[in-house]
């Protein structure tokens, strides 16, 4: 009778967090339609998201992928009215086309009768989905090149694109906020053990749970995950729409990287040491209260990038900003429209 009464207890505070989880999901779920969305199927199967941004007046002749970072997905390029880097851009004349990797935002993700597994690594989105991506929008578009403009592992990825045989096809790169030493990781490197127990972290689960800490002023939740200086208010929306389960073999390929300091493939490939081979123009951001993608860290990226067309841009108050620059910031601050998209807008103009 006892067993039976804790295992009545256990599904009721299941029944519970899960109900909560669903009612926040429901209250703070953001509803921004793109222009078109289409999908482009990757060589191995996945079908990815393209939400496409039409152009207000003139176009420019090269479009522009924007992609996300670990655990993101495209809603950090379109966050609010105020908040969107894709308003800007299009308001500037260029098609933008904002790409959901495997298993996030609108693309495929793995199901219970479907053949996808959360399993892939890093370079699955170096060889597979930008790939994909890029052919499509050049396809769709007509055009040469496009422009890839990556957040976090978005820009990682462009690291790693820019020494790849589709380099040809891109035009420019800009990485905002994307790191290429992990120093700053090393305390926590030994949870991986314990994370190997997974196959899969839910974090959007986690997420939704844990909105009531961004109902409030920002605090230490907001400065954890990079999203600082927002518009007030707007710290439960963030974190019911921006966050995507990740699987654990990404996660134990990031912590491999921490444990040795460098970013490379499984097949031991070091892609930061390659950016000195490369040619292409370079854009590169960072933020003085990053603590994803510290200063020093992207610093590292820009001095090893052997393009002679590159730059590192710095937001936070050091540097004139009107307030700190977290990991997200660049793109959903409150003054992002004003210090960082005029900026971003200059130097594609003049690539």
């Not at 999908?39 to 079908?47: L, M, N, P, R």
């Not at 990556?150 to 990825?157: A, C, L, R, V």
């Not at 839910?202 to 002023?217: A, C, D, Q």
Request: glycine fraction near 8%.
């Amino acid at each position: 009778m006892i067993l039976i009464k804790l295992i009545l207890i256990v599904l009721i505070i299941l029944a519970g967090v899960f109900s909560y989880a669903h009612w926040m999901e429901s209250r703070y779920r953001l509803v921004r339609m793109p222009d078109e969305l289409l999908y482009a199927t990757t060589k191995d199967g996945w079908k990815l998201a393209l939400s496409r941004y039409l152009p207000k007046g003139k176009r420019k002749k090269t479009p522009i992928i924007c992609c996300h970072g670990l655990a993101g997905n495209h809603f950090g390029f379109d966050f609010t009215d105020s908040a969107s880097v894709t308003k800007a851009l299009t308001e500037e004349g260029y098609d933008v086309f904002l790409l959901d990797l495997r298993g996030a935002g609108w693309s495929e993700k793995p199901r219970r009768l479907s053949p996808f597994r959360y399993d892939w690594r890093f370079e699955d989105h170096v060889y597979f989905d930008a790939p994909a991506a890029i052919n499509k929008v050049l396809e769709i578009t007509g055009a040469q090149k496009v422009h890839w403009i990556g957040h976090s592992m978005g820009g990682m990825i462009a690291y790693a694109l820019s020494q790849t045989d589709i380099a040809d096809k891109i035009a420019s790169f800009t990485a905002i906020d994307s790191p290429a030493t992990f120093d700053q990781y090393k305390k926590i490197a030994s949870l991986q053990g314990i994370l190997r127990i997974f196959p899969v972290l839910h974090v959007r689960f986690i997420s939704l749970l844990g909105t009531p800490f961004f109902m409030g002023k920002e605090g230490f939740f907001n400065k954890v995950s990079g999203a600082i200086d927002i518009e007030p208010g707007m710290g439960p929306y963030f974190i019911v729409n921006f966050n995507e389960n990740v699987p654990m073999t990404l996660i134990q390929q990031f912590a491999d990287w921490i444990r040795n300091n460098q970013v490379s493939g499984s097949d031991g490939k070091n892609y930061i040491e390659g950016l000195e081979k490369i040619d292409k123009p370079f854009l590169f951001t960072s933020g003085d209260e990053d603590f994803t993608a510290v200063p020093a860290s992207v610093r590292f990226a820009y001095d090893k990038c052997g393009s002679k067309d590159k730059k590192l841009l710095t937001f936070g108050k050091a540097s004139g900003s009107v307030g700190p620059y977290g990991h997200l910031t660049p793109l959903i601050g409150k003054n992002a429209a004003k210090e960082v998209y005029p900026l971003l807008v200059s130097w594609l103009n003049a690539h």
